[in-house]
């Protein structure tokens, strides 16, 4: 299956600039990003990445500076069905969690991500088109509705949890891609164990 | 099968203090205990609670004082294998969680809580025995492989969301039961999505 990977190569993951420089945060977005591409290859499909900006990966790269729900949408209509949405910052996901989600063999599958958002989802329905802008989950099981189509959603922790705030960073730390994880490590990532909840600790000593 | 159903009825969910007073936060446990006591038996099992203090609610309840860890080790021992444990605080449970959790036919199959927590798990295996202090996800998969237990985990957000911290009722308003969701409707709590992520609001003017 032809899954799209949308990508913010401009300002990516600013959520996380108490944690990481400016510089830190688009190399992390894109180590993030690789690990997204080889599962999806690893699961047996075909990633392809819409990007805000030209960015190196290993994928075909289509460019397209609008915002995210136009740009998803226009790649969606020239696309054959049915077709993936997968977000870049999703550094839990397996080829199980995607196994899971095109499994689910509806019109249109969702997987929701944690504050209401949508993570992944699989179209197979012509008339459906995606809405990014605030609680997308409720408003894709709304316009799925409305266009008649079946809708599954998916329950995965592995795909729910994306990256925005540092705290999410505790999850990448103890579930998340190989390569994320140790990224994270040499950086001086730690998890702090000492408090009522696990925290996420960073040794700045080897910061510039 | 058996299940355990801990749950503190002396100080519970002290992180949400910042949104709901001690009271409140009682009888938002007891809400939460009877919504997965109700799932639980929805899905053809039987509940027991394990309480600090006496509570009422609509199933058998043992009373021990001790801490998590010894009291649950001790209900496990004395339990028809398998037995499974799931936490009174996961008000996005469902059915169809449940069944993944009790249909992985493993000797110990483990639910991940965020923060590396362990938020349910069904133990098959004599000489298995909980932890649940710290980084208990890890833990438990170790203490597994020591006693040579196959190990299975589940990867459900439905059973990662444990109420900690208020955040965590976003996710409750979004997706969780039913009764719970209303609970908190009832007492004001409504989402903001005014701001760059979804956040809680809580109206106070009916707030004694």
């Keep these: 299956m032809d899954v799209i990977v949308p990508f913010d190569a401009t300002t990516p993951n600013t959520r996380l600039a108490p944690v990481l420089d400016q510089h830190e945060r688009g190399a992390f977005a894109r180590v993030m990003l690789a ?20 960015v190196e990966c290993p994928a075909p790269v289509t460019v397209d500076d609008r915002s995210l729900t136009p740009a998803v949408n226009d790649a969606i209509a020239t696309a054959t069905l049915p077709v993936a949405v997968v977000m870049a910052d999703l550094p839990l996901v397996t080829v ?12 249109v599958t969702i997987a929701p991500g944690t504050g209401g958002g949508t993570n992944a989802l699989v179209v197979d329905h012509p008339e459906f088109r995606v809405d990014y802008h605030g609680l997308s989950y409720e408003d894709h099981r709304r316009r799925a509705r409305e266009c008649g189509a079946e809708v599954s959603t998916v329950d995965s922790f592995r795909l729910a949890l ?12 103890l579930h998340g891609d190989e390569r994320v994880a140790s990224w994270l490590c040499e950086r001086g990532f730690t998890l702090d164990e000492t408090g009522q909840r696990v925290s996420l600790e960073r040794d700045d000593s080897d910061r510039a």
């Excluded at 199980?96 to 019109?107: H, I, M, R, S």
């Excluded at 994306?162 to 730390?173: C, F, G, K, Q, S």
């Design 35 to 54: 690990a997204v591409l080889e599962t999806v290859e690893d699961a047996g499909h075909d990633p392809a990445v819409l990007a805000t900006a030209p």
């Design 96 to 107: 199980d969690a995607l196994d899971t989600l095109v499994g689910a063999d509806a019109a």
């Design 162 to 173: 994306d990256v925005d705030d540092p705290a999410d960073l505790v999850e990448v730390l």
